[in-house]
């Protein structure tokens, strides 16, 4: 069923409960307030105790041996086995009855009555005491209230029939001008995706449930947009990135295929330069690969050692600073944290690499960790103020860096896996070592 059948279906099936609702009431209050009016006529015959004589009252008095007194003979059907019963004692108080006899509708009243009794002398003036249980029985016609309740009933048929007929137009002129804006919306995201043009944004509209789709959906095609540019600009930053080096690797295939004019100084020194050039173009698309995996990663999220893991990296670190003689000094406190242990492995690693990179021979390198803060400093030149909000880009390298190996991704890598780990990362300098001092925070737990 579709959405518009689904609504006129609402519409109906609300109408048709309403409907059915009032006409029940409509009929039970009326037939309560009829059969009502008439037992209060009955109750009002028998408190007058017969009217103006017995005779002349619409009763009869029926005793326990079965003996009947009557102005009249009562019609057949009106001193039944109920009656009899509450004659005989074995019924006590009173009853109201609607019987019919022959096509005829009565209501009934029976009144028990004791022995001792007081009622009027059925068969002289006067006051009688009765010697034994008996019944006394009022009737007054019912088949005209009968018929009214017929005429309501189909009264109140044909206004339920009309009633509904009328919502069910109602429903589908309502579900039509309802979802007349639901249309118009989903024709333009239809057009939006058959054009693929992320630029476009939906009209906000008022303030109901239509302008919050609208709203949600312009934020999700500005993520869209966004994601689409981001994904572009790495595109062309990699393929600047990468031609260089395939330049270079290029050049140098060239002057090999002459190797054999070459002294072997200058092989060495080619083979040399084709190997870093190979080892930077690997390392290149190793970073690509990371920062292609987005905001989230794959892999088991558990409870970790936050100086646990970061020890682990200072030790891979410690391989590559000797060669430059760099002492890597540790200081670090238990502290949890939740996340993926190989994330953060990455980004701590980069950030040691970068600072090994930048720390002259035989200088220091200082680790900390303390209640979910991780602090990397280094002895180099540090980040200028001007390049702090830039450091953190795909591809930036300061002036500084550039005439050394690198991609320009390291510290990009570092701060997606931060902000993974719902964290921050933040640079300064060292007051002590005088460097750059790259500090991540963490949630611990």
Not at 192 to 199: G, H, K, L, P, R
Not at 296 to 317: I, K, M, Y
Not at 351 to 367: C, Q
Request: hydrophobic residues 40%.
């Amino acid at each position: 069923m579709t959405f518009r059948g689904r609504v006129i279906a609402a519409t109906v099936i609300a109408a048709t409960l309403a409907v059915v609702l009032a006409s029940l009431a409509s009929f039970l209050t009326t037939r309560n307030a009829l059969t009502h009016s008439v037992d209060e006529s009955l109750l009002q015959a028998y408190n007058r105790g017969g009217g103006e004589g017995f005779e002349s009252s619409p009763s009869a008095l029926v005793l326990a041996n079965g003996r009947v007194y009557a102005a009249n003979t009562p019609p057949k059907g009106v001193i039944d086995t109920t009656v009899k019963k509450y004659a005989n004692g074995q019924l006590k108080g009173y009853t109201f009855r609607t019987i019919e006899i022959g096509n005829q509708a009565v209501r009934e009243l029976v009144i028990g009555l004791n022995p001792g009794d007081t009622i009027p002398c059925p068969t002289s003036s006067g006051d009688c005491q009765l010697p034994t249980t008996a019944a006394e029985v009022f009737t007054v016609p019912f088949s005209g209230q009968i018929a009214e309740l017929r005429n309501l009933v189909r009264t109140l048929l044909l206004v339920s029939a009309g009633v509904l007929l009328m919502a069910l137009s109602l429903g589908v002129l309502l579900a039509r001008a309802a979802l007349h804006p639901l249309e118009d919306v989903t024709d333009d995201i239809e057009d939006i995706a058959e054009t693929s043009d992320m630029s476009r944004r939906l009209e906000e509209g008022d303030v109901d449930e239509l302008g919050r789709l609208r709203r949600t959906f312009n934020r999700l095609l500005g993520t869209v947009e966004d994601s689409q540019l981001l994904q572009r600009q790495l595109v062309l930053d990699a393929s600047h990135e990468l031609r260089t080096p395939l330049t270079s690797l290029r050049t140098n295939a060239q002057v090999l295929s002459r190797a054999q004019q070459l002294a072997p100084e200058d092989l060495e020194q080619l083979t040399h330069d084709m190997v870093a050039q190979v080892d930077e173009l690997a390392a290149l698309v190793g970073d690509l690969a990371e920062l292609a995996r987005g905001e989230r990663s794959e892999g088991p999220v558990a409870q970790l050692r936050l100086d646990d893991v970061v020890e682990e990296c200072v030790e891979t670190a410690r391989t590559y600073a000797r060669i430059k003689n760099v002492i890597i000094e540790v200081d670090l406190e238990t502290s949890m944290f939740v996340g993926r242990r190989d994330r953060l492995v990455r980004a701590v690693s980069n950030l040691l690499t970068n600072a090994i990179k930048f720390t002259p021979a035989g200088s220091e390198i200082r680790v900390t960790t303390t209640a979910g803060v991780i602090t990397v400093s280094d002895s180099g030149p540090g980040v200028a103020p001007e390049d702090i909000p830039l450091i953190f880009n795909r591809f930036w390298r300061s002036p500084l860096s550039r005439g050394l190996p690198g991609s320009g991704l390291g510290l990009s890598i570092v701060d997606q896996v931060v902000a993974e780990l719902d964290g921050n990362v933040e640079v300064d300098r060292d007051p002590i070592l005088g460097g750059a001092r790259f500090s991540i925070t963490l949630p611990t737990v």
